[in-house]
C-alpha cells in the first residue's frame, strides 16, 4: 500500500533532487554524515533514536534506511522493536499530556458536567 503512495527511492529521484539544488544536497549529506558519526552517542545508539524519530514523523523511507542502518551497526531486532515502542509511547504521551488544552477549553466554556 504504501507502495501507492509513496515513489520508490531510486537513484533517479536522487539525481533530480541533487540537480535541482547541488549545493544544499551536498550540505545536507555533510550533515547528515556528521550526524550519525560515532561520538558521545555510539552510531548505533544514533541509528536506533532515527528509527524511533522516523516512526514519530511517519517517514516510510527513513524507517527503512534506519532500520537498515541499524542493524548494519549491531543493533538487535529486539532493540529496534523497543525503540519503536519507545516512539510509540512518546507519540500516545504527546496526546495524553495536550488533554490539558482540551480540559482548560472545557472550563472556560462551560461549566463542568456531571457525565455526559
Same mark, same amino acid.
Given at each position: 500500500? !504504501? +507502495?501507492? /503512495?509513496? *515513489?520508490a527511492a531510486t537513484?533517479?529521484?536522487? @539525481?533530480k533532487r541533487r540537480a535541482l539544488a *547541488? @549545493? %544544499?544536497e551536498k550540505a545536507f549529506q555533510a550533515f547528515?554524515? +556528521? /550526524?550519525f558519526a560515532e561520538g558521545a552517542l555510539s552510531a548505533k545508539t544514533k541509528q536506533l533514536i532515527a528509527v524511533a524519530v !522516523? #516512526? /514519530? %514523523? +511517519?517517514c516510510p523511507y527513513c524507517i527503512r534506511? #534506519? %532500520?537498515?542502518?541499524?542493524?548494519? #551497526?549491531?543493533? %538487535?531486532r529486539q532493540e529496534l522493536m523497543e525503540a519503536i515502542w519507545v516512539a510509540a509511547e512518546m507519540r500516545a504521551g504527546g496526546a495524553y499530556a495536550h488533554a490539558a488544552l482540551s480540559l482548560a477549553a472545557m472550563e472556560e466554556e462551560s461549566p *463542568?458536567?456531571?457525565g455526559g
Open positions: 500500500m !504504501a +507502495q501507492d /503512495v509513496y *515513489p537513484r533517479e529521484l536522487a @539525481e *547541488p @549545493e %544544499t547528515s554524515r +556528521q /550526524v !522516523a #516512526h /514519530v %514523523t +511517519q534506511g #534506519h %532500520t537498515k542502518a541499524a542493524l548494519r #551497526h549491531g543493533a %538487535t *463542568p458536567s456531571s
